[in-house]
């Protein structure tokens, strides 16, 4: 017979009883890019004696600034709560992994273990899982319950690097959020298999998130291995009829789902009548349902309408059950689903009558829809695969690797007005003489007539790394990069605009992945050896640092060639 530990339930007792506090500065607008910025914060940080929480949403640190506030939080492993969402208004995504990485050695160093993570609204991508990585593996995290990511640009890349980080130490979280990150299949398929070894998961949100039937159904699979499961919402992705199978089949480990969110999931009337089954066969006490917007016919709703009507306390149970921008029938037809759903039923903004004799084309196109879905899924993911660095290097470099075989988009020439933007569509040495004795003067006379400073940054970068390509095989193309890159640093310190410079130059660089579906059209090696020379000479020490920071992070990563170019500057990878 176990023993009845007092102690162990007073101290539970008095930790539930105790009132949480903590610093809060949510919505301040701040603008911290160095300590001194920080100041405030740090004072309120030091004056609290029992730091629980710590929020800083809606204000925007630097790394600078994160680096004070890390400080400030080696004195308090009492933190337990870290709201950190849309933390990082107006900064690159550059800025974000040193911060992150500054906040989190804060909390190892005072060996804090928190319960709750959120990092939302924060647009670092894959490069920002790489500034949590150490934190998510340590002992601040052993105890997570709450991890929430959403609308943070992960992208396939991102997610396997969270379930790479996640798995080396899997908490026990109850709450994973990681809404609109385009994960697609290969993200899912990662992280489902880190929820497997967790077994603890009680919500799981990943809407709009193009993840077709594979990684629904692998996310299936290791929703079995998490019965206490409560919530799913997976909007806004495909889980079309085989998915809505796969999600069958878990449905009897999961007695306690209470909420499912598949709103605009392509379910067709096929989908929607496996899940009535399921829901009827493992009498699924919903409380919450959401399919609107599936093209789901009259009779699959009223199969749907039937199944989590079926059970007697179904009309005190469920809370709300929306079904609108489907095909529900006639005005009867809707109005017996709603007496039968109560005040719970959200049936308008339907797409228009139709009767059961619709269902079966419905079905057949739903068929079709999936089919389609697939070779759509696997182009989308080999798209987002252009999202890892690592990729972005191999093609880049691959069809860069000398000055002989670049490889050119000449689609428009017929456009070009000048010996500038001929050099530019094609940075050859042949081209870059026909600029003359001074090209320089030249370039720079060009890209100052540019307005807009985001476009002037970029033509910057662009020319500046599209003549240091050429300074392996030319002295006279050398000596110009050097003073394209000093008047490029110049420019954007002129417009106070060094991190959007700093962005642009690591996409120039192939250190991090690039919007712009142009190909990188000079040679990287070559680019390289120039930096080298200027970084010392030009460079501002926050921009270098930056630099350093990336190049050494993608450097194993790296095509070998490229790799072994780069061990021969080590001024690139340290002071």
């Known amino acids: 017979m176990a023993t009845f530990d007092l102690k162990s339930f007073s101290s539970a007792l008095n930790e539930t009883n105790k009132v949480q506090?903590?610093?809060?500065?949510?919505?301040?607008?701040?603008?911290?890019?160095?300590?001194?910025?920080?100041?405030?914060?740090?004072?309120?940080?030091?004056?609290?004696p029992d730091l629980y929480y710590l929020t800083l949403t809606g204000n925007t640190l630097g790394v600078a600034a994160a680096e004070a506030i890390a400080r400030a939080l080696e004195s308090h492993p009492e933190l337990k709560v870290a709201r950190w969402s849309d933390m990082f208004t107006g900064r690159m995504k550059t800025e974000i992994?040193?911060?992150?990485?500054?906040?989190?050695?804060?909390?190892?160093?005072?060996?804090?273990?928190?319960?709750?993570?959120?990092?939302?609204?924060?647009?670092?991508?894959p490069i920002g899982v790489e500034g949590l990585a150490k934190l998510l593996q340590s002992e601040v995290c052993s105890e997570l319950e709450e991890l929430r990511l959403n609308n943070n640009g992960l992208g396939i890349t991102g997610a396997r690097l969270l379930a790479k980080a996640l798995s080396s130490r899997p908490p026990r979280l109850r709450v994973f959020i990681a809404g609109r990150n385009r994960l697609e299949n290969d993200g899912a398929t990662a992280l489902a298999l880190v929820f497997q070894k967790m077994g603890s998961l009680e919500e799981v949100a990943m809407p709009q998130n193009g993840i077709y039937h594979v990684g629904i159904s692998a996310l299936s699979e290791a929703f079995k291995q998490n019965p206490q499961l409560s919530c799913l919402n997976l909007n806004d992705n495909t889980i079309g009829p085989k998915g809505a199978e796969a999600v069958a089949k878990a449905l009897p480990r999961l007695k306690n789902l209470k909420a499912i969110n598949f709103g605009d999931c392509l379910l067709k009337s096929k989908g929607a009548r496996t899940l009535a089954k399921a829901f009827k066969d493992n009498s699924t006490l919903l409380e919450c349902l959401d399919l609107s917007h599936n093209e789901i016919g009259r009779a699959a709703c009223k199969e749907l309408v039937d199944a989590i009507t079926m059970l007697p306390d179904s009309g005190e149970r469920l809370a709300r059950v929306v079904l609108a921008g489907n095909s529900l029938g006639n005005a009867a037809s809707k109005k017996g689903m709603k007496a039968q759903l109560g005040t719970a039923g959200e049936l308008t903004d339907d797409e228009g009558e139709s009767g059961d004799e619709d269902d079966d084309d419905d079905d057949d196109e739903g068929m079709k829809e999936e089919s389609d879905g697939e070779s759509q899924d696997e182009e989308n993911t080999e798209d987002s695969a252009t999202e890892d660095a690592q990729h972005s290097v191999n093609i880049s470099f691959n069809t860069m690797a000398t000055s002989n075989n670049i490889t050119l988009d000449t689609s428009g020439m017929d456009e070009v007005k000048n010996d500038v933007e001929r050099f530019l569509k094609e940075p050859m040495l042949q081209n870059l003489e026909r600029l003359g004795s001074n090209p320089v003067d030249v370039i720079e006379a060009h890209i100052e007539s540019t307005q807009d400073t985001e476009e002037l940054l970029t033509q910057y970068v662009n020319a500046t790394l599209s003549v240091a390509g050429l300074s392996l095989n030319s002295d006279k193309a050398g000596d110009a990069a050097q003073l394209l890159f000093a008047r490029t640093i110049a420019a954007a310190n002129k417009r106070a605009a060094s991190w959007p410079l700093t962005e642009k130059l690591l996409r120039g660089l192939a250190l991090i992945k690039s919007e712009e579906k142009s190909p990188i059209r000079w040679h990287l090696p070559g680019c390289y050896a120039a930096l080298a020379r200027a970084l010392p000479q030009h460079f501002p020490p926050a921009l270098r640092s930056t630099l350093r920071f990336f190049i050494h992070a993608k450097l194993a990563s790296l095509p070998a060639e490229l790799r072994d170019s780069l061990q021969q500057h080590p001024v690139l990878l340290q002071d």
């Open 21 to 48: 506090s903590g610093v809060d500065f949510t919505g301040k607008s701040l603008k911290l890019n160095t300590e001194k910025d920080a100041k405030d914060i740090v004072a309120a940080i030091s004056a609290c």
């Open 97 to 125: 992994p040193p911060a992150l990485k500054a906040l989190g050695d804060g909390m190892i160093a005072a060996g804090a273990r928190l319960k709750v993570l959120d990092l939302s609204d924060n647009a670092f991508g």
